[in-house]
């Protein structure tokens, strides 16, 4: 069956980098668009980066951008967010999410398949 194991979340003080990672088995991934998704304690969930199958074309929401690096290796099944400069506002859960759809990838409704999540945690 398919499966997305995140891996990498921690406790990093502001300022600090964390690199997480998504294997994922069980389907052709190279096929899939991909996204990385948040949820802090008492919010909703939101989309932070986005990639799709050849990985050239990415997006960010700007509450991110510029310092979180979304990327992908196909030959090895696996998803990245590189995550620097950290702040408190960062704090959560973070979930990486397959779909087939090539459009709306900010639309969590779109995602077939999601991980168990990785819990980051930025101290001030």
């Known amino acids: 069956q398919v499966q997305l194991v995140e891996s990498g979340g921690g406790s990093v003080q502001a300022g600090g980098s964390l690199r997480l990672s998504c294997a994922a088995s069980?389907?052709?991934?190279?096929?899939?668009?991909m996204g990385w998704f948040r949820q802090a304690p008492g919010k909703g969930r939101e989309g932070v980066a986005t990639?799709?199958?050849?990985?050239?074309?990415?997006a960010y929401a700007d509450s991110v951008k510029g310092r979180f690096t979304i990327s992908r290796d196909n030959a090895k099944n696996t998803l990245y967010l590189q995550m620097n400069n950290l702040s408190p506002e960062d704090t959560a859960m973070y979930y990486c999410?397959?779909?087939?759809?090539?459009?709306?990838?900010?639309?969590?409704?779109?995602?077939?398949?999601w991980g168990q999540g990785t819990q980051v945690t930025v101290s001030s």
């Open positions: 069980g389907l052709t991934f190279s096929f899939y668009s």
């Open positions: 999410a397959a779909t087939t759809s090539y459009i709306g990838l900010w639309n969590e409704n779109e995602y077939n398949y």
């Open positions: 990639i799709k199958t050849s990985g050239i074309r990415t």
